[in-house]
């Protein structure tokens, strides 16, 4: 792909980091920079028409991209110097770094300030930036989601956790009509620069209400940003860039990911929210995943690429909007896609991105797009029922087996 | 002896308990007699609203109060304030009435839930608060959002759908919005504001600002339970949040007694200290929302709960009658009416002749119908305002129509 840097403005992906200082960031140097995309363009929905622009370059003059060419493994070596550390130490770090540089980022949620979080995402801010800006709420989730919303109308960037996404279901009238729908109704006056997040998806035997994947609830609410983190480096780098985005971000956490170590960049980077993660690139068949997802088909690709088979992983990140340019690209040139996601079959994400491909390249595939989901099932708790309720490697193996015949 | 002087008038007054107006202008005495002596033939004009000198009046009925003192029943005010009551009340009473009209002539459609009886509300907290200070409401929004400086032109074509509304004929009738004078709008969701109200106030406590915000809400949004989790948060953090309760009595179609156990909306609080109004009485309501400022900025938050009434039903689909008796609706308008009120006042009190009130009343009409005309010959807002807005500074992605062939706009 091309990889040239434009400059000037103009609509686009990147202005989602409009108040970014370029001079502070260093471009990794192992980057590949996705093509710019221009404001007006259509996404290629198999036009040949469209095949000029869909290498033309991307606008990111304010962007460092991040996309990890490599595998996860990889990631920071060639940066040299960086800092090991786990995935929710990276998430306090970015909200760290971004409280320090913005006086009006706050945060609110249940023991988020005094117990330091129930998974130590908000360890020691209380203690740094005081209670003000570090609120330790009652148990409403209705309430300070909504006050959330209404600092953020006059201003204030309050980054709300629900403690576990299931919570957040006592706040969807918020989340939807006033968090998706406000900048809308108001005709542009408000503005509501929130940040949801918070831990989500299937853990272990915690329960079928504790293991809900909201992402397929919020994902038809117009107005909002769905991201989900997977790796130490996209979730520094997604948090801070929801925090900075104008637009309410949902930022997706999962229960299990907590403790991934990784070595990330010292230098300050951001991720792009609307853009989707290259993992391995490869030849014969797209896998398109997110989250914990992301570690079953990696494990399961091993498994492939001793058998022969040369998988492109991409890890989705962005559940709203799909980034149907990176995704587009990969159809097109391995022509089979798998989607492997821990969402619900009915009505989840991969239902959704279905759909979006099988709309915009149906003349690329040559077999029919495949999703692996979780079952239809409320999460039991016995440990067995649990596994065979989400996606296991031995699964995506003999999927992609079959669509590559 | 002045044949104008409508003697009856204070009279009836006094005989109708709670309608009294009793009027203490003690600073006018000397003037009165001025008045008296001058000729007052139509041809005199005299200005009736640039006299600033301060005049007292009390307010029909006392306060009643939970947990704290009430404020005097002595409100400051001046014959301008008096008579920029009446005409903004008289204002918003004739926008309320020809939004009716055009409701039944298929110009405004979905809901319109109409302000009538309760003028009283929004002139005496206007009067009270800077623009610095922020209302949020409910979906009855229309008259509040004159108050706050709205335009008529702007509400109509709002109503209308045009895009010279407020929202850019995106919101429609619940969603008016006015950012540069902290009204915060205009929500479908009953009781979906409170929180977003106590998020305002926490804001201006957290920017230091010193103002305090008004979460206004009903009778039927007072038994939500978000409100009693912001209640909560709010007095537990001391933010400069006033629930204020404009009770006026019927939530739809359930009257208050069906709906709520203990219908003293100001006690509901129960750690927080409440104050009931009549709300019929443009003073009551500016003495309460002066007093409450001042507390929610030392004390944290406050219910004020506004006794009022709305003469429509509670929106246009609702005739208003199936739940209440037609007697009733004209009782309360005939012994009640805050513009009547007003009115009684400026003429007991010569402030202008009956035919000055009604030259201002032709004049109100007229710049009704000229910002409805106004309003009918905007256009309808273009096509591609379906995506604008959705997102801030958008992103370079689709947004879908229909008809996936025709219609592809790319996000601004």
Not at chain 1, 2 to 27: E, M, W
Request: glycine share 8%; hydrophobic share 35%.
């Amino acid at each position: 792909m091309a990889a040239r840097i434009h400059g000037g403005a103009g609509a686009g992906a990147a202005t989602a980091l409009s108040t970014f200082n370029p001079k502070k960031l260093v471009a990794p140097s192992r980057t590949n920079l996705p093509a710019a995309r221009s404001s007006k363009r259509c996404i290629v929905a198999g036009g040949g028409s469209d095949a000029s622009k869909s290498l033309s370059v991307r606008h990111s003059q304010k962007l460092i991209a991040s996309a990890a060419v490599a595998t996860k493994a990889e990631t920071s070596a060639t940066t040299g110097t960086g800092h090991e550390l786990l995935l929710f130490e990276a998430l306090q770090e970015g909200l760290e770094e971004e409280m320090d540089r913005d006086p009006h980022v706050c945060v609110m949620g249940e023991d988020v300030g005094h117990y330091g979080g129930s998974y130590k995402v908000t360890k020691g801010l209380a203690d740094k930036f005081g209670d003000l800006r570090v609120l330790d709420t009652p148990i409403c989730e209705n309430a300070f989601t909504g006050m959330g919303i209404g600092a953020a109308m006059t201003g204030l960037r309050p980054v709300i956790e629900g403690m576990n996404m299931g919570f957040l279901l006592l706040a969807f009238n918020q989340i939807s009509n006033n968090c998706g729908m406000l900048h809308y109704t108001s005709g542009g006056q408000f503005t509501i620069p929130v940040v949801i997040r918070g831990p989500g998806g299937v853990g272990r035997q915690l329960g079928a209400e504790h293991s809900q994947r909201l992402e397929s609830y919020f994902q038809s609410i117009p107005g909002i940003q769905m991201v989900a983190c997977s790796t130490p480096y996209n979730a520094k780098g997604l948090m801070k860039a929801a925090i900075r985005s104008e637009n309410p971000v949902i930022l997706f956490e999962h229960v299990l990911l907590y403790n991934l170590k990784e070595k990330i960049p010292d230098e300050e980077y951001i991720c792009n929210l609307e853009e989707a993660e290259m993992v391995r690139p490869g030849e014969h068949i797209t896998i398109l995943t997110y989250s914990r997802m992301r570690y079953h088909v990696m494990q399961a690709a091993k498994t492939l690429v001793n058998k022969g088979y040369d998988p492109e992983v991409i890890d989705i990140r962005s559940l709203k909007p799909f980034d149907l340019y990176t995704i587009g690209n990969s159809v097109k040139k391995t022509h089979r896609v798998l989607i492997v996601e821990e969402c619900m079959r009915t009505g989840g994400i991969g239902a959704s991105l279905t759909a979006a491909i099988n709309e915009n390249f149906h003349d690329y595939l040559d077999a029919p797009v495949m999703c692996l989901s979780s079952q239809d099932v409320p999460t039991p708790y016995a440990g067995t029922l649990e596994e065979w309720t989400v996606v296991q490697p031995a699964q995506i193996v003999t999927a992609v087996e079959q669509l590559c015949q | 002896y002045l044949p104008h002087w409508n003697w009856n008038c204070l009279t009836t007054d006094s005989q109708s308990e709670k309608s009294a107006v009793w009027i203490m202008a003690l600073s006018r005495l000397s003037s009165r007699s001025n008045i008296i002596s001058r000729p007052l033939s139509a041809a005199f004009r005299r200005s009736i609203s640039t006299d600033t000198t301060p005049i007292t009046i009390e307010t029909s009925l006392p306060f009643t109060a939970h947990l704290c003192d009430p404020p005097s029943r002595s409100v400051e005010s001046s014959t301008q304030e008096l008579l920029s009551f009446f005409r903004t009340m008289a204002l918003m009473r004739r926008m309320e009435i020809a939004a009716d009209s055009l409701y039944k002539a298929k110009l405004i459609r979905g809901f319109c839930h109409l302000y009538d009886g309760q003028e009283a509300v929004a002139i005496g907290m206007e009067a009270a608060i800077t623009k610095k200070d922020a209302i949020i409401t409910a979906y009855r929004d229309h008259c509040i959002f004159l108050g706050r400086g709205g335009s008529l032109y702007e509400v109509f074509a709002e109503l209308m759908g045009r895009q010279d509304g407020c929202s850019r004929g995106k919101g429609g009738s619940m969603h008016f919005y006015k950012k540069d004078s902290s009204f915060y709008g205009g929500h479908g969701i009953v009781g979906a504001q409170v929180p977003l109200g106590c998020g305002i106030a926490f804001a201006q406590k957290y920017s230091k600002e010193e103002a305090v915000t008004f979460a206004m809400y009903g009778d039927g949004a007072a038994n939500q339970g978000q409100l009693f989790e912001a209640l909560n948060i709010s007095a537990l953090w001391d933010l400069p949040s006033i629930l204020v309760c404009e009770n006026n009595h019927y939530g739809m179609g359930t009257a208050e007694w069906r709906a709520a156990k203990s219908p003293s909306y100001y006690k509901r609080g129960d750690y927080v200290p409440g104050l009931k109004v009549d709300g019929m009485d443009a003073f009551a309501v500016k003495q309460a929302c002066k007093f409450a400022k001042e507390h929610a900025l030392k004390n944290g938050p406050i219910i004020l709960e506004m006794d009022t009434y709305r003469y429509h039903g509670h929106s246009m689909s609702d005739p208003g009658s199936t739940y209440r008796t037609r007697d009733e609706i004209s009782g309360v308008r005939q012994e009640r009416d805050p513009i009547e009120r007003i009115k009684k006042l400026v003429l007991s009190h010569d402030l202008a002749t009956e035919k000055e009130l009604k030259d201002m009343e032709k004049e109100i009409r007229k710049e009704v119908d000229d910002a409805i005309a106004k309003a009918k010959d905007c256009p309808m807002p273009e096509p591609s305002e379906l995506f604008t807005n959705v997102y801030v500074k958008g992103f370079g992605t689709e947004s879908f129509g229909a008809d996936r062939k025709e219609v592809k706009a790319a996000l601004p």
